[in-house]
């Protein structure tokens, strides 16, 4: 089954339906995406500006990671199942949107550069802890991760410009 | 006295027209818009989190704030920069808009909040505060920013 198939399958969807078809699922479901997406980003960039040694400098790195975990899975959660909700309630809206599967391409490299900083730099934590310019591991997965999800935040909002993209996107035929 | 004149005059400047004729003016707005919204919220956030007891506990919650301030200051500057010209280019729209003013409003009460009590007591000495006006002042921080931002991001979809 191509994925095409599955995005149109889905759109078929009795729920997709009756969502794309209420007033207020979009307005509460994007809605909703924004606040926790204030949660999420947010707390991670204030992570991420103390491990770039760019600011937050008067707390310990560990600190930042596990005291502020909670609340950013918290955002994650909100924004991950309305964004899910999202998709699944308008498809092949999505499906030939060019600024959607880079946002996509952008999470995949932000969770690979988490994963990364987690089993090498990471694992040094207690001997820079406490440093207001940690080492170059550490302030390399905090501009990348700043970089990355400030990028997921832009296309995100760009998936409501899907016209404003490079021609060879279009020459694809995807919609 | 009527703001409706002014909202006129605002939809007729030559700005207005620029910015709804070129079709990549408004969404580079708009993404500046959000990323300095996110910025923003981080940095109310951590400080709101340590108020309630529920985040950076073992700092002193004074350096949290100071810490914070600069991301917070700049964050809401970038945010009322890229705001203006939305208004601007949609000015009759924003008028109509009911959650334009309950935005406008919060803003207000929000932006008063933030910069006289909330400063305030992120800048007191913790042992004087006691163990409720902290939890209070997070709280009604988060609520009026979260107030905000949905009557922001509502205005767009629901006017």
Not at chain 1, 121 to 136: E, G, K, Q, R
Request: contains cysteine; positive net charge.
């Amino acid at each position: 089954m191509s994925l095409r198939t599955l995005f149109e399958a889905v759109a078929t969807q009795p729920t997709s339906i009756a969502i794309r078809e209420s007033i207020y699922g979009y307005p509460f479901l994007l809605t909703s995406h924004v606040v926790g997406m204030c949660l999420f980003a947010g707390l991670i960039a204030m992570m991420d500006l103390r491990l770039a040694g760019l600011g937050n400098l008067g707390t310990p790195c560990s600190e930042m990671q596990k005291r502020l975990f909670p609340w950013q899975i918290v955002g994650l959660i909100v924004s991950f199942a309305t964004g899910l909700t999202l998709v699944y309630s308008d498809p092949m809206r999505f499906y030939g949107n060019f600024y959607f599967w880079l946002k996509n391409l952008m999470m995949l490299l932000a969770l690979v550069n988490a994963v990364v900083f987690h089993l090498t730099t990471y694992t040094s934590v207690a001997l820079w802890d406490s440093d207001p310019v940690p080492p170059s591991g550490a302030r390399l997965a905090g501009v990348l991760s700043l970089a990355l999800w400030a990028g997921i935040v832009i296309t995100g909002r760009m998936i409501a410009y899907s016209g404003l993209v490079p021609n060879w996107w279009i020459g694809l035929k995807l919609t | 006295m009527s703001l409706l004149p002014f909202f006129q005059w605002m939809e007729s400047l030559p700005i207005s027209h620029a910015i709804q004729s070129a079709a990549w003016y408004s969404p580079i707005i708009q993404v500046i818009h959000l990323v300095a919204l996110a910025t923003f919220a981080g940095a109310v956030v951590v400080v709101d989190l340590r108020l309630m007891g529920l985040g950076l506990n073992r700092r002193p919650l004074a350096q949290v704030a100071r810490d914070a301030h600069p991301w917070l200051v700049g964050g809401l500057v970038v945010l009322l920069i890229t705001g203006i010209p939305q208004v601007l280019s949609l000015a009759m729209k924003q008028y109509y808009s009911p959650f334009f003013w309950w935005k406008m409003e919060g803003l207000a009460v929000a932006t008063i909040f933030t910069f006289t009590l909330r400063r305030k007591v992120t800048l007191t000495d913790e042992r004087r505060l006691g163990p409720l006006w902290g939890k209070v002042v997070g709280l009604v921080s988060m609520t009026l920013w979260t107030g905000v931002t949905v009557g922001a991001r509502l205005i767009g979809l629901l006017s």
